[in-house]
């Protein structure tokens, strides 16, 4: 297994540059509607999570340490940061730390109910269905407001997107990705430190279903960093745990 690093940022809050580039990703529009939100622990740890609905949230299970509270975090159009409460928080029961820690796939998935609706700036994703094995080289659209480089806390809190291609052997355990330019022999485009949980698209006539959340990255020839590859743990095998849960949390996803 590659050396791998979880992507849960320290964010310091403060003001940060209202535009960047992440291996040259363009930074996404501040206003348009979006789908992703900022994660906040009570130590300052930065995720990514994804909308279901206006008052749920799914992001990567390693993000949640249960001794800790967590927010949702989002700067206001003067760059202030501003803060949302979480009502409940579950994680899937399967999750293993320890198997996530040994480089191991596991059920990374974890879902958080709001305290009040998200304004319409943020929209839902729809979740892809299940699906036929991923194909080598098919493009996946990942987005995240970690950092452009590790340890530069400064860049985070950007939403960022870049188009991605399968590699090695697609399962439904887990997917890996790469920059198509860099193949993963050089520094590309991908995932860094903050990204945890933020989405992975497939894109299916036309539209971006929601396929996986991010959970790993490497640096380069399987180094441990950034810019090399990006793990990302498909939803398929954990569906029925995401529509069971939304349901109990109040929350039910669809019709």
């Not at 940060?16 to 979006?34: C, E, I, L, T």
């Not at 407001?145 to 399962?171: E, F, I």
């Not at 497939?202 to 996986?212: Q, R």
């Amino acid at each position: 297994m590659p050396r791998r690093v979880a992507i849960a940022a320290f964010l310091f809050v403060s003001a940060f540059p209202a535009a960047a580039m992440v291996g040259g990703a363009q930074a996404v529009d501040a206003a348009a509607p979006r789908h992703e939100v900022m994660i906040l622990s009570g130590r300052g740890n930065l995720c990514t999570g994804v909308v279901l609905v206006p008052d749920l949230v799914l992001t990567a299970g390693h993000c949640i340490d249960p001794a800790l509270p967590y927010r949702l975090y989002e700067l206001d159009a003067a760059r202030q940061p501003r803060f949302r409460e979480i009502a409940k928080i579950a994680v899937h029961p399967q999750f293993s730390r320890a198997t996530f820690d040994a480089n191991r796939a596991t059920a990374d998935v974890a879902l958080l109910k709001l305290a009040a609706p998200l304004p319409e700036s943020y929209a839902p994703a729809a979740l892809a269905p299940k699906r036929p094995r991923v194909a080598l080289g098919e493009h996946f659209l990942v987005a995240g407001y970690g950092v452009t480089k590790p340890r530069d806390n400064g860049t985070a809190a950007v939403l960022r997107r870049a188009d991605l291609v399968a590699t090695g052997q697609p399962g439904n355990l887990q997917l890996r990705l790469v920059d198509p330019a860099t193949q993963g022999e050089k520094p590309g485009l991908g995932a860094c430190t903050g990204d945890s949980g933020g989405p992975a698209y497939e894109l299916t006539n036309g539209k971006s279903l929601l396929y996986g959340v991010i959970s790993w990255t490497t640096a380069p020839r399987l180094e441990s960093g950034c810019g090399g590859l990006t793990g990302v743990t498909p939803l398929e095998l954990y569906l029925g745990w995401i529509l069971r849960t939304a349901k109990s949390l109040g929350s039910p996803l669809g019709p």
